[in-house]
């Protein structure tokens, strides 16, 4: 991707959500020095000041959901900007967590947090970035791994596709020979529609997978709550527990996937 | 072959004495119930009864996950030393499990060698453990219920002593370093082993009805039961992780820093959709329905007509690992229409 001297230029953008993704960045502290010389980054808003909002962009990386016009704008933007883009978390990959209660009416979701009609917000259904403009990469955690963001980065600078493993948490979770949560807790774990890459982290702690990372590419929802309701589960508690992330954006993505699929065959 | 006999007290003091011989790995008990095959130093850990660890013993010979070439700051490494696992005793193999060290040895030894796997399996020394089955074992539908080779050493547990066979040079070599473990076996320990072989025997309870399964198999392509597995099915993987024979891995170039790239080789199923994918976006096992279709075709059907042999072992380990319960057994219940 450089060509001559020039050191590629990056910009790190964060719509609508918790900015930890753009956290775990500046937790790449040592490794961040050494990116730092690699290449030039030019815009990002969390970490410098002086920022060139206007230039063109040989990798932008963006964080959180669209949640407002305003997002939607930059968002935009950036797409206009960007040579290669990336998307950085599973909100901007799959809606995450803001997404969780699309279903309700923002009127509803005001009255029940604020109790009175409030005047700053202006928010429209939480969407994934990836739903609006397209994008070359994309990065799901919530938040991501710092070793995934680093191999991503790598990749990109050297001129190659990363190539992640696209394999469930019950990959690493055997692999780990962990005590499985669904077999022997009897809970809702959601391992096997998630998307490795965490080393399986919580089941490594005895806590069952959350689907923080977003969904394999062919999660089969149906057969998940057949078998948690089979196991005694109320549906009450699949409900909730799927729903953190793995439904409904998820849901209806995975769905919308699955019915592409169907068609094609 | 040799057959001794061995006092029950004296386990521990022959897991010492293999320690000379290698890594000591033994099955542990991880949470009630549930175990793993790990390196011990503490011979009491070793629990060799158990009949199922949750990894097989397959770990031992390829990592699950394994650097197989890199290149750093221009500088190359050592070629598989990732891998290299040096040389390791592998205590409590049960009969089942060396069938499927057979297997595996077919697979990466016979016409192209695995370098990875031939490292680690000739430094591999086996001792193997008389078991009893539980209501998941089937080893007896699919004939690997005994074992007459493949091993350095066996031990039958019978009343307050061990029936000892060794079976190779290694197993040899440890015998004689240890002369003052073991005694010749007397005709009242054969006497026994023989009626803890008709009791075993006996003791099964779950069997799988092989009779002409790959040519049922080959009828039964287009049934709609794989559909319907296929909508059970999480693909999660599991089955063919904890799989003894299941030896399909993945290999990927990756750049975890700058000036550095690693080529890494990880096990592989062939349950996950990107399995079958190919340049161009084609996946020539697309649907859910074909892969677990294949698993089954490919352990009892392809295999067999290759190597004459299924590629199960019957340990069981998929039907206890499967979260969403699908059994082996029941499947070709189904597929031949008696369940």
């Given at each position: 991707m450089p060509n001559g001297n020039d050191k590629p230029k990056v910009g790190i953008f964060g719509l609508t959500g918790c900015a930890g993704d753009q956290l775990q960045i500046l937790n790449c502290e040592d490794e961040l020095v050494r990116l730092a010389g690699r290449m030039d980054i030019v815009d990002w808003v969390m970490a410098r000041s002086g920022n060139d909002h206007t230039c063109r962009l040989d990798v932008a990386f963006v964080e959180g959901v669209v949640a407002t016009e305003r997002d939607l704008e930059t968002l935009k933007e950036i797409r206009a900007r960007a040579k290669t883009l990336v998307a950085l978390g599973?909100?901007?990959?799959?809606?995450?967590?803001?997404?969780?209660?699309?279903?309700?009416?923002?009127?509803?979701l005001q009255r029940e947090v604020y109790n009175t009609h409030v005047q700053f917000l202006d928010t429209v259904e939480a969407l994934p970035p990836t739903h609006f403009v397209p994008f070359?990469?994309?990065?799901?955690g919530c938040p991501i791994e710092r070793h995934e963001f680093l191999r991503v980065v790598n990749s990109v600078l050297s001129g190659t596709e990363p190539d992640l493993p696209r394999v469930p948490v019950c990959w690493e979770c055997k692999v780990k020979e962990n005590t499985c949560r669904v077999i022997h807790a009897q809970e809702v774990c959601c391992g096997a529609m998630t998307r490795g890459g965490c080393g399986a982290r919580c089941p490594s702690h005895g806590v069952a997978c959350s689907g923080c990372r977003g969904p394999v590419e062919e999660p089969n929802y149906d057969a998940n709550i057949t078998m948690f309701a089979g196991r005694g589960i109320s549906w009450l508690e699949i409900a909730r527990r799927m729903s953190n992330f793995s439904a409904p954006v998820w849901m209806t993505q995975g769905l919308e996937q699955e019915v592409r699929r169907e068609s094609k065959r | 072959m040799q057959t001794l006999r061995m006092n029950a007290g004296l386990l521990s003091s022959f897991?010492?004495?293999?320690?000379?011989?290698?890594t000591l790995v033994a099955p542990v008990e991880r949470s009630p119930g549930v175990f793993a095959l790990e390196a011990i130093d503490d011979v009491s850990q070793a629990r060799p009864e158990a009949l199922r660890t949750i990894?097989?013993?397959?770990?031992l010979l390829l990592k699950p996950r394994f650097v197989m070439l890199e290149r750093?700051?221009?500088?190359y490494g050592a070629d598989g030393a990732d891998n290299d696992l040096g040389p390791v005793v592998y205590f409590g193999a049960h009969s089942c499990d060396i069938h499927a060290l057979r297997i595996l040895d077919l697979l990466y030894l016979s016409d192209y060698v695995d370098p990875y796997y031939k490292r680690n399996r000739d430094r591999l020394t086996v001792v193997g453990y008389g078991c009893m089955p539980d209501g998941k074992c089937f080893c007896q539908s699919m004939d690997t219920s005994t074992i007459d080779k493949d091993f350095d050493m066996f031990l039958t547990p019978l009343d307050g002593r061990y029936l000892v066979t060794v079976n190779s040079a290694r197993g040899d070599d440890i015998v004689r370093a240890n002369q003052h473990l073991f005694q010749p076996a007397t005709r009242r320990d054969v006497q026994e082993y023989l009626e803890r072989l008709k009791e075993r025997e006996k003791a099964f309870t779950l069997s799988l009805d092989v009779t002409d399964l790959p040519y049922v198999l080959e009828l039964k392509k287009d049934d709609p039961v794989w559909e319907e597995l296929g909508k059970k099915c999480?693909?999660?993987g599991s089955c063919s992780m904890v799989c003894p024979t299941c030896a399909?891995?993945?290999?990927?170039?990756?750049?975890?820093?700058?000036?550095s790239a690693q080529r890494v080789r990880t096990w592989d199923a062939c349950?996950?959709?990107?399995?079958?994918l190919v340049a161009g976006g084609h996946n020539f096992r697309a649907s859910r329905a074909d892969r677990v279709k294949n698993r089954y075709y490919h352990k009892q059907e392809a295999f067999v007509r290759e190597f004459g042999m299924p590629s199960c072992v019957g340990c069981g380990r998929c039907i206890e690992n499967c979260p969403t319960g699908i059994n082996v057994v029941e499947v070709f219940q189904y597929v031949r229409g008696e369940a």
């Open positions: 599973t909100c901007a990959v799959w809606g995450g967590l803001p997404a969780m209660h699309n279903e309700m009416s923002r009127e509803v070359e990469l994309s990065l799901p | 897991l010492e004495a293999l320690k000379a011989f290698g990894l097989p013993f397959k770990k750093r700051q221009g500088q999480l693909c999660c399909c891995f993945n290999v990927r170039d990756e750049c975890p820093e700058e000036d349950l996950y959709r990107e399995y079958a």
